[in-house]
């Protein structure tokens, strides 16, 4: 089994968790090991789907103004959470890989594995999530065939960017790629470099 592969059954398995209540306020049972990359991946999917619930309830056109105040802020820690994770499975990435000494030629790929595996997190969720849609007993057959249509090509694209992570580690570990982990500087975050916030203080 590739990493990837390995990758999409954690996400999976989160994702499948999430939903036997299907509530944002479920705190997360990680089933695996603390320090460990599957305590990470597992942890990143469920930041992952919670957030995409959020996201759903945020957008009700009658969510009343203070609820809605209150979700933007747990949106905004989850994202920093979900940075914060993403920059940790970067920091597993070098270890794993500390002993590698890049070729002369070696090339900087545009973006980090961990910052990859972000984006397949997040397939996994719109996969589960479209999947749910094509098999509405709800919705009208014209809907669930242009669900099936768009499923189709989620799995597609989970299948390419799950070979491109592969083959980015297999090049990382050949010393023909080479990574870098640098941290997310969100300025709008930091009392110090948000104008809005030490112009207050």
Known sequence: ?????????????????????????????????????????????????VQWHFEDIIRDPHIDPTEALQLKR???????????????????????????????DARLNTESPAWAVDRLSILALKIYHMKEQVERED???????????????????QKDLGLAIDQLLEDIEAGTKYMKVYRQMKMYNDPSTNPVLYKKQ
């Open 1 to 49: 089994m590739s990493f990837t592969e390995h990758c999409n059954v954690i996400f999976g398995q989160a994702i499948r968790d999430y939903h036997l209540t299907d509530n944002v306020d479920t705190p997360m049972n990680n089933p695996y090991d603390r320090g460990t990359i599957d305590y990470n991946l597992y942890m990143k999917c469920w930041i992952d789907t």
């Open 74 to 104: 747990r949106i905004d820690r989850s994202n920093q959470d979900r940075t914060d994770l993403v920059e940790e499975i970067d920091t597993y990435f070098r270890k794993q890989y500390s002993e590698v000494k890049p070729l002369p």
């Open 139 to 157: 919705a009208e057959k014209e809907h669930r065939d242009k669900c099936a249509a768009k499923l189709e090509v989620l799995l597609e694209q």
